[in-house]
């Protein structure tokens, strides 16, 4: 297993707590990501694409999505999600 597959599995083992849902965009609401060692986290902005994140943070999208189980669709975020990007 990669560091990123037990860092992300580390992530999904974390249960969505309404009480977490802070961040209001469009009228949906996404949990806010609590800190984890290695890890920055993003506040994904409108335009954001995991590519051009991936090219940003010099990383893959593959490692972005190994880290964000939260993410099912690699052609899909949303502004005002949260995500890991690795460090």
Do not use: W
Not at 7 to 27: R, Y
Not at 34 to 40: D, H, I
Not at 65 to 80: D, E, F, K, S
């Amino acid at each position: 297993m990669s560091e990123f597959e037990n860092k992300a599995a580390e992530i999904s083992e974390n249960e969505v707590n309404m009480d977490e849902m802070d961040e209001v965009s469009g009228g949906a609401r996404y949990k806010k990501l609590p800190a984890k060692e290695g890890f920055s986290v993003y506040h994904i902005l409108p335009g954001d694409t995991l590519y051009a994140l991936a090219k940003r943070f010099h990383t893959t999208i593959d490692a972005l999505m190994a880290c964000n189980p939260q993410i099912t669709n690699r052609n899909l975020i949303r502004a005002g999600q949260y995500m890991y990007i690795p460090r």
